[in-house]
């Protein structure tokens, strides 16, 4: 009797220490690796700081997101690849980073002169989200690029300025003895086609690369992370319009095994994150770009002007070529463009009349305040 009482009591604190075990098990946290394109300071670093803490809170601890900077694991141009592979769970960068891969990346992150069409960052987000985007976006990864991953946009942070210059600029024949840092892909084919010369680095070569003579102009993205990258040490001059990334959207990728092994609620919250990543961009851009071009001005004898006009008819001229060239080429391209000119026909038209009414509201203050 004894015996049968003393194994049951065995089989009985087995049993509760596995399932304690499993307890524990369950209760520590699945956590996910974020590699960005971009320094710790960038105010986009911030906001993708910002998105883990929503997932962090939203799970109630079960996920814990780790971002890290650019080159902690690998480079900003190595990201696609790190993410395919599970070096890393997920990146933080720009789809036209992958135009080597294929050209119609640079059409859902950067589409030139917003596709030709008029597309603004407003609009392009309209497309992803309501005109078929996001379909067309997915399959990029899936079936264009055949990797094995997971695609969301999380950063819509543009217009970016035309960028940084030692001195002023009047025409495009100035820029001509110029080595300037463009983006790449399409976008560098296309200053290519005007007579530029362009260089593609990431961010944080940017400063050193001008420093040493290497580059004499640049653009990367805005005013506040500009100035946080040293941009004003450097140069003087500021140009404002960039039809070059006239949109400008951030994604973030999530390798697919890893997606797939997640609990369903745990994607709904990514999702969730994702989408309010996405509204805080919009706000967040606006202000601290705001009070940091104020701060170059000011504090830094930066002037600012607008870029000359002659570079929009060039540019756009130069797009158009480039992307015919392109669809010729590429039926994938081709497909991608086709949607958002469909879409921007039936957009654009609207959205361009009913903002005249914040264009004239803010011109009228502008000029109110100059007097």
């Given at each position: 009797m004894l015996i049968k009482l003393t194994k049951r009591f065995l089989t009985f604190a087995v049993l509760s220490f596995a399932l304690s075990g499993v307890a524990i098990a369950q209760s520590s946290p699945i956590k996910m690796k974020i590699q960005t394109g971009v320094p710790s300071a960038?105010?986009?670093?911030?906001?993708?700081?910002?998105?883990?803490?929503?997932?962090?809170?939203?799970?109630?601890?079960?996920?814990?997101?780790?971002?890290?900077?650019?080159?902690?694991?690998?480079?900003?141009?190595?990201?696609?690849?790190?993410?395919?592979?599970?070096?890393?769970?997920?990146?933080?960068?720009?789809?036209?980073?992958?135009?080597?891969?294929?050209?119609?990346?640079?059409?859902?992150?950067?589409?030139?002169?917003?596709?030709?069409?008029?597309?603004?960052?407003?609009?392009?987000?309209?497309?992803?989200?309501?005109g078929g985007g996001d379909q067309l976006y997915d399959?990029?990864?899936?079936?264009?690029?055949?990797?094995?991953?997971?695609?969301f946009m999380i950063q819509p942070m543009g217009p970016d300025p035309f960028g940084w210059f030692k001195k002023p600029i009047n025409s495009i024949n100035d820029m001509k003895s110029m080595k300037y840092r463009s983006p790449p892909g399409l976008t560098a084919e296309i200053f290519k086609e005007m007579g530029l010369?362009?260089?593609?680095?990431?961010?944080?070569?940017?400063?050193?690369?001008?420093?040493?003579?290497?580059?004499?102009?640049?653009?990367?993205?805005?005013?506040?992370?500009?100035?946080?990258?040293?941009?004003?040490?450097?140069?003087?001059?500021?140009?404002l319009q960039g039809?070059?990334?006239?949109?400008?959207?951030?994604?973030l990728l999530i390798n697919k095994t890893y997606w797939d092994k997640l609990p369903a609620d745990l994607k709904s919250i990514i999702e969730t994150?994702?989408?309010?990543?996405i509204a805080e961009t919009y706000t967040f851009n606006v202000y601290r770009n705001a009070v940091a071009l104020e701060k170059l001005k000011k504090d830094h004898g930066v002037t600012v002007h607008n870029t000359p006009k002659e570079f929009f008819t060039a540019f756009q001229k130069a797009t158009s070529v480039v992307y015919a060239r392109e669809s010729e080429k590429n039926p994938f391209f081709k497909?991608?463009?086709?949607?958002?000119?469909?879409?921007?026909?039936?957009?654009?038209?609207?959205?361009?009349?009913?903002?005249?009414?914040?264009?004239?509201?803010?011109?009228?203050a502008v000029g109110n305040k100059s007097k």
């Open positions: 960038s105010i986009y670093f911030e906001l993708m700081k910002n998105f883990g803490e929503r997932v962090d809170k939203m799970s109630n601890g079960r996920m814990k997101v780790e971002v890290l900077p650019d080159g902690a694991v690998v480079g900003a141009f190595g990201i696609l690849d790190a993410v395919d592979k599970g070096v890393v769970d997920g990146g933080f960068a720009w789809t036209h980073y992958w135009s080597g891969k294929n050209s119609a990346a640079a059409l859902f992150s950067n589409p030139a002169s917003g596709s030709g069409v008029g597309l603004d960052q407003v609009s392009h987000m309209s497309w992803l989200k309501n399959r990029l990864f899936t079936e264009v690029l055949k990797t094995n991953i997971k695609p010369t362009t260089v593609a680095m990431p961010g944080a070569e940017i400063v050193p690369a001008a420093q040493r003579g290497v580059i004499d102009a640049a653009e990367w993205i805005g005013p506040a992370d500009d100035m946080i990258l040293g941009f004003q040490n450097v140069f003087k001059h500021y140009y039809l070059h990334q006239s949109t400008d959207v951030a994604e994150a994702v989408s309010a990543t497909e991608v463009l086709d949607s958002q000119r469909k879409f921007a026909g039936v957009v654009v038209p609207y959205w361009t009349q009913i903002n005249e009414l914040y264009y004239n509201i803010g011109a009228t």
